[in-house]
Structure formats: structure tokens, C-alpha cells
């Protein structure tokens, strides 16, 4: 029996995505032209690297390293500011799949102007990571405070009126307050999750290895962490999901839809690999559903709960 067509069209927030496999934020830097060239594989969507009002350098480098199942990142958000983004987002919207613009700020106020670049040069939707630390309260995430995430979406989305997604931070103690934070002020997806919280030492230097001695860790390491907020998101709250963490291969992706993510994100795979890791991700997809006699993608989504 010839095997079963299968539809992999993921509909999420008004936007409507060819398949589920989005490129997560930052992997591949700031370059338009990149990410135009990214659209063009198998990819239902791209996402710029956030950028925020003004050009940032980032952190002293070593500002990644490899760990035991992933990498430890500290980049310091590196970015040519929100003027300059304006140009990579048009670029980049030449591949033909929608663009999401990835933004954060220090303070409200940035994230609106931030919000605004992004909306004048035509992003698809809006990403807000929310992952940088809140200049009032040096070294704790604006994403680890509901009231905040609450004021920063609210200022997007005043100034962006296509879908706007919050991206969550792990290194929370209820993930599920700080999504319902943001569905309260006007978010409609959540993305889970940025990077776990993380350290790593050299034993000869007896110093944090990385310049910004914490990072962020990636990869596989943090699969089922991402996996498991992913998990509870869908139990408490209404608004769809795109899982992110430790993807690299067809049934990490499906893992993430049985809990309940309505798309998924992938970034650390693309450091050691080339860009056929989302043709071989969105075939082996489509080879399951087919297999277990499903037809449309949506038919699996959360089923992992019942
Ligand atoms: C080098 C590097 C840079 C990143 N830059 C960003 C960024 O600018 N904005 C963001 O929201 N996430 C950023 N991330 C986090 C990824 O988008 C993603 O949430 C995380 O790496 C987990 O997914 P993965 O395991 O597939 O990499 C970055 C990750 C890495 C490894």
C-alpha cells in the first residue's frame, strides 16, 4: 500500500507555516541574507537573531564552548540594532516563508521600539525574548518576573499588530505563571524555551571558561527540560506552542507535538550540522505520521496527555 499523504501545514496564531520546523533565534547571527537562504530549505518559518534598540557588541570572548550534549553560550546579544534589522528583515522575507522578528529590551520602553522596527519592515510576527537581564535589577531575567513579562508584551504589542509570540525562559520556578503573564497581556504563542542557565569550568585556569562566566546551555542536554515545560504549558494554558530545545533529529520533533507543541524550533543542531537537517527532520515527520495512518500533522498535537 503506496503510503498515506500526509498534510504537515502547521496553523498557529494566524500564521499559517508550509511544515513545523522554524530556526530558532540567534544560531546563525543577524545576516538577512542568511536567513533568506535558510527560508529557501525546508523550513516553515525563520527567526532573526533579537536584536534591540541599539547596536550591541556582546560579551569578551570565549563566548561558546563545548559541552557534554550541547554548548554553553554567553554572546552578550551581539546585533547591528533595530535601524539596521529593519534591512535584514526585508532580505531575509525574500525567502518566501514568514519572518519572525526576535526583539528584547532593557526596559518597556525599548521593547516598543524594538516592536516598531519590526512592524515597519513587514515581520511576519514578533518574538519577544525575554531572556536579558532587567537593568533595574541587575542579573535577574525580565523573564523570571509575571509583572514584567506582563508590561513588556503589552508594550509590544501595542506597537505590532500581527501574531505576537513570548519566548520563555526555563530558569523559572513556574513557567506556567509567567505564560499566563503573557497571554494576559496580549501574547498568542509561547515559545518553550530559550537557554538553561549554566556553567562551565577550566580546570587548569581554575576560572569560568566563558567571558561572561554564566551562559546559556543548548542541545540535546536540555531536551527534556524543554520538553517538559512544553508539557505542563499545554495543560494550563490555551494559547499554542513552539517547543525549542535539543532538537536534532525526526522524533525529538514528534516528541515535542505529542506534548502538546503546535511547531518546533531548532537551532543547536545547525552548529555541527548543515541546513539538510530540516529536510531529514520534515521527511522522517511526515514517514511516521504516514505510518502510524495519520494524515494532517495536527492530528497529534498533545495527544501524549490523554
Ligand atoms: C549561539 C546561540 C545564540 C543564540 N542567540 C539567541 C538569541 O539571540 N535570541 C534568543 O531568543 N535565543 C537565542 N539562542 C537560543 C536558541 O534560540 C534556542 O532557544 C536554544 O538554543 C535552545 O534550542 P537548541 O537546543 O535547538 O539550540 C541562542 C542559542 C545559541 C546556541
Known amino acids: 500500500m503506496p503510503p498515506t499523504k500526509v498534510d504537515l501545514t502547521s496553523r498557529l496564531a494566524g500564521l499559517s507555516l508550509r511544515n513545523p ?15 533568506r537562504e535558510v527560508a ?13 534598540t541599539t547596536a550591541r557588541e556582546g560579551y569578551q570572548g570565549p563566548v561558546i564552548t563545548e559541552v557534554a ?15 539596521q534589522m529593519k534591512a535584514e528583515i526585508k532580505e531575509a522575507r525574500k525567502g518566501g516563508v514568514p519572518v519572525i522578528a526576535s526583539i528584547y529590551g532593557f526596559t518597556e520602553e525599548e521593547y516598543g521600539v524594538a516592536a516598531t522596527a519590526a512592524q515597519d519592515a513587514g515581520a511576519d510576527a514578533l518574538e519577544l525574548n525575554v531572556s536579558c537581564p532587567h537593568v533595574e535589577e541587575v542579573g535577574l531575567e525580565i523573564g523570571r518576573d509575571p509583572d514584567l513579562v506582563a508590561r513588556v508584551t503589552s508594550a509590544s504589542r501595542s506597537k505590532f499588530n500581527r501574531p505576537l509570540i513570548v519566548k520563555l525562559s526555563p530558569n523559572v520556578g513556574d513557567i506556567v505563571e509567567i505564560a499566563e503573564a503573557a497571554a494576559g497581556a496580549g501574547a498568542e504563542a509561547i515559545t518553550a524555551v530559550n537557554t538553561v542557565r549554566a556553567i562551565a569550568i577550566d580546570v587548569e585556569m581554575r ?32 494559547l499554542p506552542i513552539i517547543g525549542c530545545g535539543g532538537i536534532t533529529g525526526w522524533q525529538d520533533a514528534v516528541e515535542y507535538l505529542l506534548a502538546g507543541a503546535s511547531a518546533v524550533q531548532i537551532g543547536s543542531a545547525l552548529v555541527s550540522r548543515d541546513f539538510s ?13 504516514s505510518r502510524h495512518g495519520y494524515t494532517r500533522l495536527e492530528e497529534i498535537v498533545g495527544i501524549a496527555h490523554a
Do not use: D, Q
Not at 520546523?21 to 536567513?35: D, E, V
Not at 550534549?69 to 535601524?83: M, Q, V
Not at 537537517?277 to 505520521?289: C, D, H, P, Q, R
Open 277 to 289: 537537517v530540516f529536510k531529514e527532520i520534515s521527511e522522517g515527520l511526515g514517514a511516521y505520521l
Open 207 to 238: 576560572r569560568p571558561i566563558l567571558g561572561g562566566r554564566f551562559g546559556g546551555l543548548s542541545g540535546p542536554a536540555i531536551k527534556p527540560i524543554a520538553l517538559r515545560c512544553v508539557y505542563e504549558l499545554y495543560e494550563k494554558i490555551s
Open 40 to 52: 529557501r530549505e525546508c523550513v516553515g518559518a525563520v527567526t532573526t537573531k533579537s536584536f534591540g
Open 21 to 35: 520546523l522554524i530556526l530558532a533565534s540567534g544560531i546563525l547571527g543577524s545576516s538577512g541574507a542568511m536567513l
Open 69 to 83: 550534549a550541547g554548548y554553553l553560550n554567553s554572546l552578550g546579544l551581539p546585533n547591528p540594532g533595530s535601524e
